[in-house]
């Protein structure tokens, strides 16, 4: 009987050794060059700006927000650094100040429009133009980049903006 139990310890000691998590390690998706390096589409964006100036001692903000949607778009990051992108998505604009909104809506179109691009895999950061942006959620499918950026001018007045965009294979 005791032969029988440490048998029965020694084959789920073996089986949790060859299930251990250096097997996982196997199927990693690493943000390089290389595994960015293909044709996504874009699936969501949005972006919001907050600004705030000061009128006669009184601070007005006033709080854009635009959401994409109806894409037909896609990007192409070829191993030349280069970015081009081709399609239609329309942006949806809501404008608040104060009490008080406004909504408008206009159509993006990219018609192979190209730009420079570099990933920095070690800070997990991709420079599209002139704006370096967070990659996050980078996998075989896809992945988002998050940019923000403040700017306070001399006389006080401040602006924030972010954006998000959502690309997938």
């Known amino acids: 009987m005791k032969l029988t139990k440490l048998f029965s310890i020694l084959v789920i000691a073996l089986v949790t050794l060859s299930c251990s998590s250096s097997d996982d390690s196997s199927d990693t998706y690493n943000y390089n060059k290389d595994n960015l390096t293909g044709t996504y589409s874009l699936f969501a964006f949005k972006s919001k700006k907050v600004k705030t100036v000061d009128v006669d001692g009184f601070n007005v903000t006033t709080t854009t927000v635009s959401t994409g949607d109806t ?99």
């Open 71 to 169: 894409f037909n778009v896609t990007y192409k990051f070829d191993s030349n650094d280069i970015l081009t992108m081709d399609g239609t998505y329309r942006v949806a604009e809501v404008k608040t100040q104060g009490g008080d909104s406004s909504q408008d809506a206009y159509i993006v179109v990219l018609n192979n429009e190209t730009e420079s691009y570099l990933v920095n895999a070690s800070t997990f950061e991709l420079t599209l133009a002139d704006k370096t942006y967070k990659v996050s959620d980078f996998s075989r499918t896809g992945f988002k980049i998050n940019y923000e950026k403040t700017t306070v001018e001399d006389n006080g007045d401040n602006t924030v903006f972010t954006e998000e965009w959502v690309f997938k294979k």
